[in-house]
């Protein structure tokens, strides 16, 4: 069993900058890989980013390339997500997300065990 708990949400304008955080606790933490979706209201939860559990590699998904970095510290158990130049559109319920490391990182929700109970990031315009 993984426990994941996100921080770091919150209300931020247009263009401005958060940097979310998510724990983790339970097995070692090095080795899952990890990512963030999010879920907009009324939408369906939406994958942002991926992150390998040596931290080697990442991706991304394209309405954030550029913009979000996911990165990782295995040595406190922690991802993150910094995150710039944020708009309207980003506003959403951030959930990271744990699952056992494998060849090729997953994009899909389903893919994923293990999941934080969220944050909420506002982006006011």
């Known amino acids: 069993q993984v426990q994941l708990v996100e921080s770091g949400g919150g209300l931020v304008q247009a263009g401005g900058s958060l940097r979310l955080s998510c724990a983790a606790s339970?097995?070692?933490?090095?080795?899952?890989?990890m990512s963030w979706f999010r879920q907009a209201p009324g939408l369906e939860r939406e994958f942002v980013a991926a992150i390998s559990w040596s931290g080697s590699s990442t991706y991304y998904a394209d309405s954030v390339k550029g913009r979000f970095t996911i990165s990782r510290d295995n040595a406190k158990n922690t991802v993150y997500l910094q995150m710039h130049s944020l708009n309207a559109e980003d506003t959403a319920v951030y959930y990271c997300?744990?699952?056992?490391?494998?060849?090729?990182?997953?994009?899909?929700?389903?893919?994923?065990?293990?999941w934080g109970q969220g944050t909420q990031v506002t982006v006011s315009s």
């Open positions: 339970g097995r070692p933490f090095s080795t899952y890989d």
């Open positions: 997300a744990a699952r056992w490391t494998t060849v090729r990182l997953r994009v899909t929700q389903g893919e994923y065990d293990y």
